[in-house]
């Protein structure tokens, strides 16, 4: 029964990734291109989002769902490892046209090639995985 709480939860952000058009490679190619506010808007309303969510939780010392408080820890500041993931994460974006989350999406709408991307990603964190010791953390 506690799974379908989550399956509900990401087919109503699979909707509305998929109606306000987040999913769909003109709109991000229109991004990438600087032709469009569309997803710059989107991604705003998200940071935005997640800005208020975290002094929520912050101010008011929520808890989990198994109630135990929730810890932010704070990132440090300025540091190359954000610039290269951002750089890697950005680059395989524009290069395939989907972020990590409406790969799902996609694949759930018929776009059987985003198969391939999904591989991709699965192969990009397991190489992860076999590096993650060796990288600057």
């Not at 208020?52 to 500041?77: A, C, S, Y």
């Not at 540091?79 to 950005?90: A, D, E, H, T």
């Not at 989907?98 to 964190?125: E, R």
Request: net charge positive.
């Amino acid at each position: 029964m506690n799974v379908l709480k989550y399956l509900f939860v990401g087919f109503v952000f699979g909707i509305v990734l998929t109606k306000s058009e987040a999913v769909s490679w003109y709109r991000i190619y229109e991004m990438f291109q600087f032709q469009s506010f569309h997803m710059y808007g989107i991604i705003a309303v998200a940071i935005l989002t997640g800005i208020i969510g975290i002094q929520i939780i912050k101010r008011n010392n929520l808890k989990d769902i198994k109630g135990q408080p929730i810890e932010i820890i704070d990132k440090e500041v300025g540091s190359s490892r954000y610039w290269i993931g951002g750089l890697f994460f950005g680059l395989g974006w524009a290069l395939v046209g989907s972020c990590p989350g409406p790969i799902f999406i996609l694949l759930g709408a018929g776009f059987w090639s985003v198969f391939l991307v999904l591989l991709g990603a699965l192969l990009g964190t397991f190489i992860y995985g076999l590096l993650k010791d060796k990288l600057p953390h």
